[in-house]
């Protein structure tokens, strides 16, 4: 399968890179507390955002009921003193969190915890080892046929793989060392639960995990083989092109997205993208196939499944700048000033506008901590009004004043009086003093007195110009004086 937006590789470097207390997690398939802690952290922002800010609807519930811990370190759901008495030490209904108290939001139960598509038979197991321990066993877990989207209890689950103490592996795309373990799972139809514990042997200390994963529906001949991850916000405007491919690598067909002021964050563009793939092209499904028939899409960067019906097929995403024939769109900007920007910590009630990023929203009932810029539209708190540019309270006047007095005053001023003054006064004294005493004297003199003063005109030349000369020069009138 040609995976062409995300690479395990690059995640796993990221993450490994940012850990506080840590012992490792599953990535393959992805733990449900790494999936949120990847969606929200741990790679590049550009792609995912920030903690303060999860695309994923239900890692976004995580953060508004317990705050961003467990994104910043998702590798410690344990209990300290479990000593295989992993029923007594973990509770019905705490499974998830591994009744840790800063992981009890991963208990919720929820429909929309992102799943990795997932297939009977043999599947290697990957862990991240972030501080690996001496083992005594690994055991693994899967829900029962039926199992309907309960909270998670031990009597729902059926261990289906053991594996003993094994050494890690080192893989040079990982900046961690791994355990590997290969296991057979067993037949399964639709979205399930894979559970794993790891006891320690050198301790009491224990490990759990929770493991959401998507097994093809029963009788159906669609595929789940990979996620549709997404990971810019895009401009209104521009489209989002999805093409579905043959094993070749050649076109099947296409179709492209028009981003809009109300799907420009990538959790809601793929969900948008999700339907209308499903609405307007065979051969390719997106988001979760449901037991009865049909798929349902959810608002997630990552929680919308890719599927076909030939699993050599593969898509890309193109991203195509806005088309100039387009219509106006709605919500027009606004022209007056915009409302004060939202703040995490403040309390909002219905009716109440605020600013964030670029636009303007109000509160359809109370709320405090809810992203405007995510939780907007059907179903959350906020509505889109228009867009709006902050401080813009009088947008026509306020470029002209800017640029028009800055350009003009600082050329005019500096050429005209620093040419004009320089070359005058330099160069028209210098020259007259010099040339004008010197080839007067010199001729006056020296007819008029008789052979008597020789000895002055050998004196003239190097003292022509200075006081000295002057007097050298008078000499010979004073001595014919004198004479007479």
């Known amino acids: 399968m040609k995976r062409v937006i995300f690479s395990l590789s690059t995640l796993a470097l990221a993450i490994g890179s940012v850990q506080v207390q840590a012992h490792g997690t599953f990535f393959d398939p992805m733990s449900r507390v790494y999936f949120c802690a990847s969606r929200s952290n741990f790679v590049d922002p550009k792609m995912h955002g920030n903690p303060q ?15 961003t811990l467990a994104f910043y370190d998702p590798y410690a759901q344990a209990q300290a003193s479990a000593n ?15 009744n840790a108290s800063w992981y009890t939001a ?8 992102s799943t990795t598509p997932m297939q009977a038979g043999e599947h290697r197991f990957r862990f991240m080892a972030t501080a690996p321990h001496s083992t005594k066993d690994w055991v693994f877990y899967i829900t029962s046929p039926g199992y309907a989207n309960e909270a998670l209890t031990w009597e729902q689950l059926e261990p289906f793989c053991t594996v003993g103490n094994i ?5 040079p795309a990982y900046k961690e060392p791994l355990y590997e373990m290969d296991c057979t799972i067993p037949d399964r139809y639709g979205k399930h639960v894979i559970y794993n514990t ?10 759990y995990t929770c493991m959401d994963v998507m097994f093809p529906q029963q009788g159906s001949n669609w595929i789940p083989v990979e996620n549709l991850h997404v990971r810019d916000r895009l401009d209104r405007g521009q489209r989002v092109e999805f093409r579905h491919l043959n094993g070749q690598g050649q076109l099947i067909d296409s179709v492209a997205l028009t981003i809009s002021l109300d799907n420009r964050q990538p959790g809601r563009w793929a969900r948008d993208l999700s339907d209308l793939v499903n609405s307007q092209m065979s051969g390719v499904r997106l988001g979760e196939e449901l037991p009865q028939g049909g798929f349902v899409t959810q608002q997630s960067d990552w929680g919308n499944l890719v599927y076909f019906q030939n699993t050599t097929d593969s898509f890309e995403l193109n991203f195509l700048e806005a088309d100039p ?15 004060a920007e939202w703040l995490e910590d403040e309390t909002y009630t219905q009716g109440m506008t605020v600013w964030y990023d670029g636009i303007e929203y109000e509160a359809k009932y109370w709320t405090r901590g809810n992203n405007p810029g995510v939780e907007n539209g059907q179903g959350y708190p906020w509505e889109i009004v228009s867009e709006c540019q902050p401080g813009n309270t009088s947008p026509s006047p306020s470029p002209e004043p800017t640029p028009e007095p800055s350009p003009e005053p600082t050329p005019e001023p500096s050429p005209e009086p620093t040419p004009e003054p320089s070359p005058e006064p330099t160069p028209e004294p210098s020259p007259e003093p010099t040339p004008e005493p010197s080839p007067e004297p010199t001729p006056e003199p020296s007819p008029e007195p008789s052979p008597e003063p020789s000895p002055v005109p050998p004196i003239e030349p190097p003292t022509t110009g200075s006081q000295t000369g002057w007097l050298l020069l008078l000499l010979p009138l004073l001595a014919l004086k004198r004479r007479k």
């Open 84 to 98: 295989s008495r992993h029923q007594e030490a973990v509770p019905n209904g705490t499974l998830c969190s591994g």
């Open 106 to 113: 991963f208990d919720l139960v929820r429909d929309d915890w």
């Open 53 to 67: 800010n999860p695309q994923d609807a239900a890692c976004a519930e995580v953060k508004e009921r317990q705050g």
């Open 198 to 207: 790891w006891q320690r042997s050198d301790s009491g200390e224990a490990f």
């Open 325 to 339: 024939d387009a219509p106006t769109p709605t919500n027009p900007p606004t022209n007056g000033g915009c409302s």
């Open 167 to 171: 050494p890690t592996t080192d893989d």
